[in-house]
C-alpha cells in the first residue's frame, strides 16, 4: 500500500474511532464506568456502532454490488432492513429504569427521541457513504478509461517513432556504425518498458526518466547534425518516488514531432528538473511545423495527457503552454 493509501486508511480508522465516542463525550456529568449503567448510554452507543456499520456496508458492498448492477429492489430491500436494524433494535434493547417517577410526557419523549435520533443518523450515512460512492465509481471509470487507452498505445508503440527508428538503425548498420548496436539495445529496452509498464499504476520515477533520455537518444542518432538537441537532466529526487508511466514522453513527442525539418534548422531544447517530489519538464523547439496540441495521432497524445494529469494529479499539477509564432514551450510542474 502507499503512503496515500496509508494515510486514507488511517483518516478513516480516525474518524470512525471519533464518531463512535461522540455518546461518551455527549453524555451528562463526569466521565466514568458508571455512565455504562445508563441504558440511554447503551442504546446510543449500540445506534452508532450500527450506522457506523451501515457506512461501510452500503459505501463498499450494497452501491457496487446492487446499485451500481441496477439491482433496485434488492437494494432497497436491503435499505429498508437497514433502517428497521438501526431504529428499532436499538430501542428494543433499551431498558428503563428510572430512579424516580417522570411525568407521561417524558416517557413520549423518550420515545419519540428514540426513533426520530436513530433515523437522522441513518439518513446522513445513507447520504454521505453514497456521495463517496458515486465519487469512487467516477475516478475509477476514469481510470479504466485512461488504462484502455495506454492498452492501445502498448498495441501501436507510436508507429511513426518506431518506423523512423528502425530506418537509422538501418542506415547505421548499412555504414557499419558502431551506433547501431547502441540504438538497438536503446529501442529494445524502450519496448520492453511499454509492454511491461504501460497498464501500472505507479512507477519509479527513475524508470520513467530512463525512458524519456533513451528516446531523447535515439532521437539525436536519428537526426545526426540535423538538429540542434539539448538535454539537461538535474534530477535528485527523494527516495522511492513514483510518477504514472509514460506520462512526460508526450510532451518531448510533441517537441520533435513538430520542431524537426530538414528545410530549416532545428533547435529542441528538453529540460527535467526533480527536487525531492516536485517535478519540473521543459520542452522548447522553433517552430517548423503547425502544431495542434490537441492531436492525438500516435503514441498517448497530448490531449489524453492532459487528462490523465487532471485525473491523476488533481490540484498538484500546472501546465503552462507558450507560443509566440516563432517558438513553441511546454512548461509542466508535478507535485509527486
Not at 488504462?147 to 508507429?159: C, D, G, W
Not at 523547439?285 to 498517448?300: A, T, V, Y
Request: hydrophobic content about 45%.
Amino acid at each position: 500500500m502507499n503512503s496515500s493509501g496509508i494515510r486514507i486508511g488511517l483518516l478513516y480508522v480516525v474518524g470512525s474511532i471519533s464518531f463512535l465516542l461522540l455518546p461518551l463525550l455527549f453524555a451528562p456529568g463526569t466521565p466514568s464506568w458508571d455512565m455504562f449503567r445508563s441504558s440511554h448510554l447503551r442504546r446510543d452507543l449500540v445506534v452508532y456502532g450500527l450506522v457506523l456499520g451501515f457506512y461501510y456496508l452500503n459505501q463498499h458492498v450494497l452501491m457496487p454490488k446492487l446499485f451500481f448492477p441496477k439491482r433496485h429492489v434488492w437494494y432497497g430491500v436491503a435499505v429498508a432492513l437497514a433502517i428497521g436494524l438501526i431504529v428499532v433494535l436499538p430501542t428494543i434493547l433499551l431498558r428503563h429504569h428510572p430512579h424516580y417517577p417522570r411525568p407521561h410526557h417524558y416517557h413520549n419523549e423518550i420515545h419519540l427521541y428514540s426513533f426520530s435520533h436513530p433515523f437522522f443518523l441513518f439518513l446522513v450515512s445513507l447520504f454521505f457513504s453514497m456521495l463517496i460512492a458515486f465519487q469512487t465509481r467516477y475516478k475509477q471509470s476514469e481510470r479504466d478509461r485512461l488504462k484502455a487507452e495506454l492498452s492501445y498505445l502498448k498495441a501501436q508503440i507510436n508507429p511513426h517513432f518506431l518506423f523512423n527508428s528502425l530506418n537509422s538503425i538501418y542506415a547505421l548498420a548499412l555504414s557499419k556504425s558502431d551506433l547501431a548496436s547502441e540504438a538497438v539495445l536503446k529501442l529494445s529496452g524502450m519496448m520492453r518498458y511499454v509492454l511491461a509498464k504501460a497498464n501500472q499504476e505507479l512507477v519509479m520515477l527513475e524508470e520513467e526518466i530512463n525512458y524519456l533520455s533513451d528516446f531523447i537518444a535515439l532521437q539525436r542518432i536519428r537526426l545526426g547534425n540535423t538538429a540542434k538537441v539539448e538535454y539537461r537532466l538535474e534530477v535528485t529526487p527523494d527516495k522511492g518516488t513514483m510518477i504514472a508511466p509514460l506520462l512526460l514522453i508526450p510532451f518531448v513527442e510533441n517537441a520533435f514531432k513538430h520542431g524537426v525539418d530538414p528545410e530549416k534548422e532545428a533547435e529542441i531544447l528538453v529540460v527535467l528538473r526533480v527536487e525531492g517530489r516536485s517535478l519540473t519538464l521543459e520542452t522548447h523547439n522553433r517552430k517548423c511545423s503547425p502544431i495542434h496540441f490537441l492531436e492525438d495521432e500516435g503514441g498517448i497524445g497530448l490531449s489524453n495527457t492532459r487528462e490523465r494529469l487532471k485525473v491523476l494529479y488533481p490540484g498538484r499539477h500546472h501546465l503552462k503552454i507558450v507560443d509566440d509564432g516563432v517558438r513553441f514551450s511546454i512548461v509542466l510542474e508535478i507535485q509527486l
